[in-house]
């Protein structure tokens, strides 16, 4: 059982909104999706308590964790970060659920689609973390301000662990759907400089 969360960056050129084209960069073939839920920061957060977590989020939104697969598993080490943060690997949006007492973190339902076909499925429920231990954990170590976005982990049913493997090929349109939001569509665009 991993008794931590493994954390990575992603720049801020990764980000995209709802519409905008995901570039698959010239020699990337692994382009992969990973449907989450988009946790958004309204207020400063340092050190802050489970109980308190919540009280420092603003709201969720769909969030699309694209990643170069070859980037992550076959160099030697790995480059997580590079891998997930390349131009328009980090698709958002299009709304935000603002955050409130009615509205249960671990009640979400994630689901992620290719081209019409469902490929991944899950709840905020069963995270290894839930998202106030994220907001916390990280907390201890990096000072959470407005606007941040922390990514919370995806379901089963990336590409990358398909047998075979499926990765994501220009003119291909992914749709992340969160609960209670409208969905995050964006279509890969044709390799850069093929």
């Known amino acids: 059982m991993q008794e931590e969360p493994r954390l990575f960056t992603k720049l801020p050129r990764s980000v995209i909104a709802h519409g905008a084209p995901i570039i698959r960069p010239t020699g990337v073939e692994k382009l ?3 449907g989450e839920v988009g946790v958004v920061i309204g207020r400063p957060a340092k050190d802050v308590s489970v109980e308190d977590a919540r009280d420092h989020i603003a709201g969720y939104l769909p969030l699309n964790d694209v990643t170069a697969r ?3 598993f076959d160099r030697t080490p790995g ?3 590079f891998a997930k943060s390349m131009d328009s690997f ?5 709304v935000m659920l603002v955050a409130g007492p009615e509205v249960d ?3 979400f339902t994630v689901k992620s689609w290719v081209n019409d076909t469902l490929m991944q499925e899950g709840r905020t429920d069963d995270l290894l973390f839930p998202i106030p231990y994220l907001v916390s954990f990280i907390s201890r170590y990096v000072t959470l301000m407005p606007g941040d976005i922390i990514a919370t982990g995806t379901p089963a049913g990336i590409g990358h662990s398909r047998k075979p493997p499926l990765y994501l090929q220009p003119g291909d349109s992914v749709r992340i759907e969160v609960s209670g939001l409208p969905p995050l569509i964006n279509r890969v665009t044709a390799t850069i400089g093929a």
């Open 90 to 94: 980090c698709p958002i949006g299009p």
């Open 70 to 72: 070859e980037f992550q």
């Open 79 to 81: 480059q997580t970060t």
């Open 105 to 107: 973190p671990d009640g």
């Open 32 to 34: 992969d999706w990973e």
